[in-house]
């Protein structure tokens, strides 16, 4: 080679990477624009809901809209916010997540209440997956502490979907012998029957329906449902305990990214779409139990009845409940010795 | 050397040698063949339709996309920095030497989830210079300047590494000789140094090219995963191997494999070329 063409190469090289740096803003300068940051299996549900509300704002006010969607882990999502992934709306797991976001000051305190149902519009609940024909016969969250069998569940300390089933597991327990003490007992025995702790709930779901291990995966509703339509319903089947808790997967504007980007109509306007008939409807679709009824009834057969108790009322709130069972000492870390 | 077949250097027994070879070979078809393989099965599980549709999607376009864009800027700067580096630590004789060799070698020794997270730290909102991006409506993180920074500081090494011992042994006379005939200080180093290291600065290149892309946990922490616009390669697998798309995401993970491959028979076209060149040299030594 010589000295020529190593300087014609290099000219060459700089022209082709200057041309493609200059290029990414002209690509991304696009209209309007959303990023919803939201937590691991929401991707097919905000896939529907995005197209329909885009075409939804173009006919109410001529304008586009694109919205560009992130999806992790919930508690590493709100982390992300934080750590400024610039998040016009934010749709994840818990309220504590959220309230986590809330107290860095990007969301404004109180947010719950902005939207209707503890800004949550669409609600989901703990339900037990398990082997085809149910081989060990699991009906109700007592079955789950019996010797013999292995119950696959996430770490409540990394995953937000482990706490609601560990929390579940407790409050269940709690209603039915009213004593603090037992339900201690009670998940002790379950999580002695744990012997994978995985970090995160598709983590657990992997373990249960790729590896094969476990008798029992305790699942989001909708994760279940996905999980066996996709992976095979000649595989697995689907349990409904007789009370489970209601899972509320809150939304909120992050109010300190709206109004850097000017975008707090629209983002406001997205969430009012998620409570929306047309909204409910395609929720119910991706197995999200719907809040408005009429859209529920035609769904009954999705969903079926179960006696739900709230974290609110059972546990006082989620910040009280992440103290008392999450918070290193807690009552997880009492009752869960690894490896025993 | 070239030329010289299997020696015998120990007249070790038959068994230890079958025993080691047995060992060689099982590690190898266990850890690396058995996986490659595997990844190119499930990859063609569903067909060859699904296959090709799982690399045409636009999302997987964009993934590739911000890959090649990432290396084509992380690749250049960390040959450049890489260049002048080794030649300033080879050719120059100053007091703390070793330290800047050991910093160089850093990131080879510190895990890439901490340079993600030092990059956040640096530069996310409320980091050391956050406000201070946010004012000026810059963005770092969570964006391609974040992932190219993360990939640089993850494959900085490289080049460094692999022209410092060539540089080191090759010695400095051409190099004087050319500066007593009069050439000046970029004379000989693009008429004496780049033609002598060309191959193994080539060397170094290919497989900084090959980390940049195939880096996962520094670009993970940085990337936001903003599907089509943040998510690189390997967190498209990812993302497709946790939304159960297993056959999808095979399919992506075997273009790494195949880079891997593009890199394995690229440096070893390199390691021939260059071999093929200096044999005529070390032949005239005396």
Redesign the interface.
């Known amino acids: 080679m010589t000295l020529d063409r190593i300087r014609k190469t290099a000219v060459r090289a700089l022209a082709i990477l200057s041309g493609l740096l200059l290029g990414i803003p002209q690509a991304s300068a696009a209209p309007t624009t959303l990023l919803n940051v939201s937590y691991d299996p929401t991707r097919e549900l905000y896939e529907d809901v995005n197209s329909a509300f885009a075409k939804e704002w173009k006919a109410k006010t001529g304008e586009d809209v694109t919205i560009r969607a992130s999806h992790g882990g919930s508690g590493k999502q709100a982390r992300a916010v934080i750590d400024g992934l610039e998040a016009d709306v934010v749709t994840l797991a818990l309220a504590y997540d959220v309230d986590a976001i809330a107290k860095a000051g990007l969301v404004k305190a109180g947010w719950e209440k902005r939207l209707p149902d503890r800004a949550a519009p669409y609600t989901s609940t703990i339900v037990f997956l398990v082997r085809k024909g149910n081989p060990k016969g699991i009906k109700d969250w007592p079955d789950l502490a019996k010797p013999g069998v292995q119950v696959i569940t996430p770490n409540p300390k990394t995953s937000g979907g482990a706490r609601w089933n560990f929390l579940a597991a407790y409050g269940d327990a709690v209603r039915r012998t009213q004593d603090d003490a037992k339900a201690r007992e009670y998940v002790k025995a379950l999580f002695r029957n744990v012997p994978v702790l995985d970090s995160g709930a598709r983590g657990s779901t992997t373990t249960f329906v790729e590896r094969g291990i476990g008798d029992v995966l305790l699942a989001w509703e909708n994760e279940a449902i996905l999980a066996v339509n996709k992976l095979g319903k000649d595989r697995f089947d689907i349990v409904v305990p007789p009370v489970s808790i209601l899972a509320e997967p809150p939304v909120a504007v992050v109010d300190r990214v709206v109004e850097r980007r000017g975008t707090a109509k629209v983002a406001n306007a997205y969430l009012e779409f998620l409570y929306s008939p047309a909204g409910q409807e395609i929720a119910a679709r991706n197995y999200y139990r719907p809040r408005l009824s009429d859209v529920a009834v035609r769904y009954e057969k999705t969903f079926p009845k179960v006696k739900l108790f709230t974290i609110d009322e059972q546990f006082g709130g989620w910040q009280k409940a992440q103290a008392t069972f999450f918070a290193d000492g807690g009552i997880f870390d009492q009752i869960y010795q690894p490896g025993s | 050397m070239p030329g010289r077949s299997t020696v015998h250097l120990v007249d070790d027994p038959a068994w230890v040698r079958w025993t080691l070879t047995a060992v060689a070979l099982g590690f190898l078809t266990l850890f690396v063949v058995a996986p490659t393989v595997l990844v190119f099965v499930e990859g063609l599980k569903r067909g060859w339709q699904v296959y090709v549709d799982a690399l045409t999607t636009p999302e997987a376009r964009d993934a590739i996309r911000l890959t090649l864009?990432t290396a084509?800027?992380a690749v250049?700067l960390n040959t450049a920095f890489g260049l002048a580096a080794a030649w300033w630590i080879t050719r120059f004789r100053w007091k703390g030497k070793t330290l800047v060799v050991s910093l160089i070698d850093l990131p080879f020794g510190v895990s890439p989830v901490i340079s993600g997270m030092v990059t956040?730290l640096l530069?996310?909102?409320?980091?050391l210079l956050?406000p201070w991006l946010?004012a000026h409506d810059i963005?770092i993180?969570?964006a391609?300047p974040g992932i190219v920074l993360a990939t640089i500081f993850v494959t900085f090494p490289f080049v460094a590494r692999e022209l410092i011992p060539f540089l080191e042994t090759q010695g400095t006379e051409e190099e004087e000789a050319a500066h007593i005939l009069g050439a000046g200080g970029w004379q000989i180093f693009?008429?004496v140094t780049?033609?002598n290291i060309?191959w193994s600065l080539l060397y170094g290149v290919i497989l900084c090219n090959a980390r940049a892309m195939g880096e996962f946990g520094a670009v993970s922490v940085v990337s936001?995963?903003?599907?089509?616009?943040?998510n690189t390669v390997p967190l498209y697998v990812e993302?497709l191997y946790?939304?159960?798309s297993?056959a999808a995401a095979f399919s992506v993970a075997s273009l790494l494999v195949l880079l891997a491959g593009v890199t394995l028979a690229a440096k070893k076209l390199v390691e021939w070329k260059a071999r093929d060149l200096r044999r005529p040299e070390t032949g005239s030594a005396p």
């Open positions: 864009i084509a800027i250049p956040v530069f996310g909102a409320p980091g956050g946010q963005r993180v969570f391609l693009f008429r780049l033609p060309k936001g995963h903003i599907r089509g616009e943040t993302i946790n939304e159960y297993f």
